[in-house]
């Protein structure tokens, strides 16, 4: 492996271990913050990270005005829908289920892949993407087949996957053409500006009462630092060369990450059905990358 190809697959899985991160650090943070002021917080903590570097650096180029509303739509899907998503759906789940639910990604962005992209779906697509299905079924169903986990917070977390997929079709495009600081200090600056109201009218008050502890303030500023700005440049540089389907197999080592850094951190159980659940949906969600034909690159 060249020195380009090292650079390219480790940033891909530095971004997937921030992000796993992300769903412990997450947790803590909550113990004192709603989550629209989480994800606020992180935003505004993000975007003067990012504005520093890239001033300092001269990384941050104008937009094309043709680029513009795909800009926004970056913006709307991640930070603003995705994180909606997630951040509420983590109010409802584990951390280890939360991880394993947004590991679904890369099965759906082959779908995308293909519509948006006339990418191929081979045999061995279909059958990873029906046998994630079932390891999901695993994990959230118990045995008599009721849900283990609440369903709002389970179509929280599907929002967030949605919202993934319709940003990494959207990044392709923008990411051939503008660098990874660049697009995640507008992007982040614009989801700032998307979420300012929702803070302002529902955790305003909350926000001013609440008295955050050093655990809480360390766990922000690590999401905002690694999860909000790090990672999403990490993931921009790697998905610029290898495509949406690549780039997004990586998110398969999502649950392993999280499930680990949760045992550890915040004493998370894990039962023997999470981890058949997980062993499942990584195995569905592997094979549904093999043998990938493309019409179009």
Known sequence: MNKKNLLIYGSLILAMLFWSFSFVWVKIVYLIYNPITTVFLRLVISSVLLFLIGKGFKKISSIDKKDRLSILALAFFEPFLYFLGESFGLKYVSSTIGAVVISTIPMFSTIAAYYFYKEKLG???????????????????????????????????????????????????????????????????????????????????????????????????????????????????????????????????????????????????????????????????????????????
């Not at 697509?125 to 045995?143: D, E, R």
């Not at 008295?211 to 905002?224: D, N, T």
């Not at 392993?256 to 951190?265: D, H, L, Q």
């Open 123 to 297: 045999k061995m697509n279909i059958l990873g993407i029906l046998i994630s299905i079932i390891g999901v079924a695993i994990i959230i169903f118990n045995k008599s087949f009721s849900l283990v986990v609440a369903p709002i917070g389970l179509f929280c977390l599907f929002v967030a996957v949605g919202a993934a997929v319709g940003y990494s079709v959207v990044l392709k495009k923008l990411a051939a053409k503008y660098n990874p600081i660049t697009l995640i200090t507008y992007q982040n600056s614009i989801g700032l500006l998307y979420f300012l109201p929702l803070f302002l009218i529902l955790d305003w008050r909350h926000f001013l009462q609440a008295v955050p502890s050093q655990e809480v303030i360390s766990a922000l500023v690590l999401l905002a630092v690694f999860a909000s700005t790090l990672a999403f440049i990490c993931f921009t540089y790697g998905l610029n060369f290898l495509g949406i389907t690549k780039s997004n197999i990586f998110i398969n080592v999502i649950p392993v990450f999280t499930a680990i850094f949760a045992y550890f951190v915040i004493d998370e159980i894990l039962s023997f059905q999470k981890i058949a659940g997980m062993i499942v949906v990584i195995g569905g969600l592997f094979l549904s990358q093999i043998k990938f034909k493309s019409k179009a690159a």
